[in-house]
């Protein structure tokens, strides 16, 4: 028999979530025809088949989580059946279990081996005496060590308060949280952008906030790098590439605008209406979610003035635009009626000095001020 292993799906995305079988065991499929859809934290990503041939196992059912580099399906052929199947993923069909000789498609062994899991040795032996395999779990402490209480879970699926996993990108979210958590020192500048000289009605803020986001990184490009905080390490970018957080129902995504400064208005319109278009359709490519410089939240377009927006390495900085309102100012010696934009700013105290942030957030301010 031969075994096709879940392919590298993309930087950083390491593991999915089967959704949909387009076959099943004893299927004749052919090259390149559609086997499974799994979904990844960024995207749902259909899987074609290597070779014609005809199916003699599917690993997984719906909702199963499988790592890179773990089994998908296996083929009938002259059997050399000396090998094993890498992983346990349970079949999606009946029958016995199958050897396998592996396709070698370069992500062999699995990438779930890569990632040990972190625990004291007296939860190892708790953990073998309850037959619970610690490289499945996933630790619910920032630091990333598995507690007693995560292994007897494991264990005892159904015990009080395990409550409902999450799964796909929700789950990947609740990890990139906790690491941002442990890692970053993180500070918060606010401050309020006077619209008055833009001509009335506002228009197509976003994309001026995008353009005075580029003017702000040119004159402090030290909240456009990436740090690296285990090698004390400062990578200033040459392109200012901005990740657009988007709200879903499934989850938080980032697609990422290239080359925000490069571009005219009318192309980054286009380019944020088509980002917004496949992460809405989920079918967004894994690339387009990855290699931000720097993030903007526009959380106003829902609600709220401030907020303190997480930052997520290897990045310095992440802007939070709020919601756009009318509002009472001092302006030559009169109250008048302006419209106001509530700006924050978090940044990274371990890479960007105080001065730096601020320096940037003023530079914000003032493009964004500035007559259209």
């Not at 059946?81 to 199958?98: E, H, K």
């Not at 040119?218 to 970018?237: I, K």
């Not at 290239?258 to 490519?285: E, H, M, N, T, Y």
């Amino acid at each position: 028999m031969k075994t096709f292993k879940l392919p590298d799906l993309g930087e950083g995305l390491q593991e999915a979530e089967i959704v949909e079988w387009y076959v099943k065991a004893g299927d004749q499929v052919e090259v390149d025809q559609l086997l499974v859809s799994v979904e990844t934290a960024k995207a749902i990503v259909e899987v074609p088949s290597p070779q014609a041939g005809v199916l003699a196992r599917c690993f997984g059912q719906p909702g199963d989580p499988v790592h890179v580099g773990e089994p998908l399906v296996t083929f009938d052929g002259e059997a050399d059946d000396s090998g094993t199947v890498v992983g346990n993923l349970a079949r999606a069909d009946a029958g016995a279990g199958l050897a396998a000789e592996e396709f070698h498609i370069g992500m062999s062994p699995s990438t779930r081996d890569f990632q040990p899991a972190r625990a004291t040795p007296s939860l190892r032996r708790l953990a073998q005496q309850l037959d619970v395999d610690l490289s499945r779990l996933h630790a619910t402490t920032p630091s990333g060590l598995i507690r007693e209480e995560d292994v007897r879970r494991a264990a005892d699926p159904v015990m009080p308060g395990a409550g409902e996993a999450l799964r796909s990108v929700r789950r990947t979210m609740a990890k990139n949280m906790a690491r941002a958590h442990a890692e970053v020192v993180p500070v918060m500048l606010v401050e309020d952008a006077d619209l008055h000289a833009w001509t009335a009605p506002v228009r197509d803020p976003m994309i001026r906030l995008v353009r005075a986001i580029g003017i702000a990184c040119a004159a402090q490009p030290a909240l456009n790098a990436g740090f690296d905080g285990r090698r004390l390490t400062l990578q200033r970018q040459d392109k200012i590439d901005l990740g657009v957080a988007v709200d879903t129902p499934d989850g938080l995504f980032v697609p990422v605008l290239r080359d925000i400064a490069g571009r005219d208005p009318a192309d980054l319109r286009a380019g944020l209406a088509q980002l917004r278009a496949d992460v809405a359709k989920r079918s967004i490519p894994p690339r387009e979610l990855m290699g931000a410089t720097i993030t903007l939240s526009n959380f106003g377009t829902l609600f709220g003035r401030y907020a303190n927006p997480i930052v997520m390495p290897p990045q310095v900085a992440i802007i939070g635009a709020g919601t756009l309102r009318e509002e009472p100012v001092a302006w030559e010696g009169q109250v008048v009626i302006h419209p106001i934009l509530p700006l924050s700013l978090t940044f990274d105290h371990r890479a960007v000095t105080g001065g730096e942030a601020a320096r940037f957030l003023k530079a914000l301010v003032s493009d964004l001020q500035l007559a259209e």
